[in-house]
């Protein structure tokens, strides 16, 4: 099962099993990473799942389609180039490894 | 108040298990029971009219939290038991179990309950009401075999129902009793639009009609519909709203109304009783009014709000409501509440597929329904949040970006 590393401000980071064609969000949740609220469980209508993808692993992911794109304009912590919403970012054995750092706040 | 209260929770929903968590994180030490009558761990609601009928989401995805994460909330699940009544005088609940649960603090979570059909042949099988994870597990079962789906009710519900099931490529019905789609929610030029794309996707829309009865018809069954006409449907579902459960609350002597009547910190009538989420009659203070909402915004928040009291540092309750419903590529996110406008305003147009609906009373900005639209959705948020307004005629242009409204910081 792939894993994907959650890195909290204070650079704690916990490593987590998550089945492929889970989202990364579902993974962190149900793992009990505090630093992703997810308000609406996935629907891509709140923008409380907030990550920075680590820069090593930006070329291997999926583009963010529009609706992602508004929504991470109205995250708590401003965006950054290396912005997603965790909720769309689908898990599969290509992203094996996967590094995302979580912002101060989701909300 | 006090971390080491024995806190009570009945209704193991969205509400209550969130409730569980924030208690938990926010240094609560005492004991935390979770009592829900449905023998499931606490599960999301919203995909079971979506994501879990077309089969991509399955009961494990469905959970809130695994059974391990829950274990470490320490929190005493009691799945599966139903509560029979409160004695408030000896601070216990009694469960159908026989148990008798001790509380410093109860909180009541019990939600809301489907609307039964009030028409001949409702029981029938093959007529399924939405509301539970075993519901939808139902309706799933049947979907695969069914040909002709007729939907009762053209709300939330009833839509996404439709709306799968055409992507399912069955054929769909939908009745609705009002002269219009979701008519107690958007204004009616989202109706249209909605009634439009529906359509064009190939449903059959009955507006102003009633449904008389239900009778099997050999394999199938038949919709006896009032203007005379009868449809034939290999499954029905019927989605015409819920309501509160506050039975429990209501013969332990606590106020209700439509919900439980509760405060801005979510107190009830009894200061030892606290209410949350769907069956809540609650006040918010950003809005002043009182109302009841069925919405995760409104479970998470509320639950949050009750830990904060349970925890002695009350704070009012002031969110700003939104809610969401996917159907097909269409995302409708809806902000604040728009009761009382008396002027709506459109913002874009319909034919794009991407648009919003602005509601107001005067010239305050009430809420706001967006189309395919999540950038203006999550700014009308932030902006009702403020109390900022948009003026009509800024609102009305589409390239007005509604960002430099926010208050700076």
């Given at each position: 099962m792939p894993n994907v590393s959650f890195v909290a401000p204070d650079g704690a980071t916990i490593t987590v099993d998550i089945p492929n064609g889970w989202s990364v969000m579902e993974?962190?949740?149900?793992?009990?990473?505090?630093?992703?609220?997810?308000?609406?469980g996935g629907a891509c209508a709140c923008a409380t799942c907030h990550v920075f993808v680590d820069p090593a692993w930006l070329g291997r992911l999926q583009p963010r389609e529009a609706g992602e794109d508004d929504l991470l304009e109205c995250t708590a912590v401003e965006r950054a180039p290396n912005s997603r919403?965790?909720?769309?970012?689908?898990?599969?054995?290509?992203?094996d490894g996967l590094v995302v750092h979580l912002p101060e706040r989701q909300a | 108040m006090s971390v080491t209260h024995r806190i009570v929770v009945v209704g193991a929903g969205q509400a209550g298990l969130q409730l569980c968590e924030t208690l938990r994180r926010s240094g609560h030490t005492g004991p935390l029971v979770l009592v829900g009558d449905e023998p499931h761990l606490p599960?999301?609601?919203?995909?079971?009219?979506?994501?879990?009928?077309?089969?991509?989401?399955?009961?494990?995805?469905?959970?809130?939290?695994?059974?391990?994460?829950?274990?470490?909330?320490?929190?005493?699940?009691?799945?599966?038991?139903?509560?029979?009544?409160?004695?408030?005088?000896?601070?216990?609940?009694?469960?159908?179990?026989?148990?008798?649960?001790?509380?410093?603090?109860?909180?009541?979570?019990?939600?809301?309950?489907?609307?039964?059909?009030?028409?001949?042949?409702?029981?029938?099988?093959?007529?399924?009401?939405?509301?539970g994870l075993d519901d939808a597990q139902a309706i799933r079962d049947r979907l695969g075999a069914a040909r002709r789906l007729v939907v009762i009710g053209g709300g939330f519900i009833g839509l996404e129902v439709a709306a799968v099931a055409r992507g399912l490529g069955k054929d769909v019905t939908i009745v609705e009793a009002q002269n219009r789609l979701m008519?107690?929610?958007?204004?009616?030029?989202?109706s249209e639009h909605y009634a439009r794309v529906h359509a064009g996707h190939g449903v059959h829309i009955h507006l102003n009609t009633q449904v008389e009865g239900i009778v099997r018809a050999g394999e199938a069954l038949a919709v006896a519909l009032d203007d005379g006409a009868s449809l034939p449907a290999d499954l029905v579902v019927v989605g015409i709203g819920v309501v509160p459960n506050v039975e429990l609350a209501r013969e332990a002597g606590l106020h209700c109304e439509n919900g439980i009547v509760v405060d801005e910190y979510?107190?009830?009538?009894?200061?030892?009783?606290?209410?949350?989420?769907?069956?809540?009659?609650?006040?918010?203070?950003?809005?002043?009014?009182?109302?009841?909402l069925e919405s995760v915004q409104h479970a998470v928040d509320?639950?949050?709000n009750a830990a904060a009291t349970l925890l002695g540092?009350?704070?009012?309750?002031?969110?700003?409501?939104?809610?969401?419903?996917?159907?097909?590529?269409?995302?409708?996110?809806?902000?604040?509440?728009?009761?009382?406008?008396?002027?709506?305003?459109?913002?874009?147009?319909?034919d794009s597929g991407a648009f919003s609906v602005c509601y107001y009373e005067g010239t305050r900005l009430l809420a706001m329904d967006s189309i395919n639209q999540p950038l203006d959705h999550m700014l009308a948020r932030k902006l009702l949040a403020a109390g900022v307004t948009v003026p009509p005629t800024a609102a009305a242009d589409p390239e007005f970006e509604l960002k430099t409204l926010l208050p700076a910081g």
């Open positions: 993974g962190a949740v149900k793992h009990g990473v505090a630093g992703i609220l997810a308000e609406c919403l965790s909720c769309q970012l689908r898990v599969s054995s290509a992203l | 599960y999301q609601r919203p995909p079971l009219s979506k994501k879990f009928l077309t089969g991509e989401l399955d009961a494990v995805r469905l959970a809130l939290r695994p059974a391990e994460q829950l274990a470490k909330l320490d929190v005493a699940l009691k799945l599966g038991t139903a509560v029979l009544a409160i004695h408030r005088d000896a601070h216990e609940v009694a469960l159908a179990d026989g148990e008798r649960l001790g509380y410093d603090r109860l909180v009541l979570a019990t939600g809301t309950r489907v609307r039964r059909l009030p028409a001949p042949g409702a029981a029938l099988d093959g007529v399924c009401h939405l509301r008519p107690r929610v958007v204004a009616p030029l989202v979510a107190q009830s009538s009894d200061p030892a009783v606290l209410a949350i989420g769907d069956v809540a009659w609650h006040r918010n203070v950003l809005l002043g009014t009182s109302h009841r509320q639950a949050k540092k009350p704070v009012p309750y002031a969110p700003v409501p939104w809610f969401w419903s996917d159907q097909y590529d269409l995302k409708l996110q809806m902000a604040g509440i728009n009761r009382g406008h008396d002027s709506v305003v459109l913002r874009g147009t319909p």
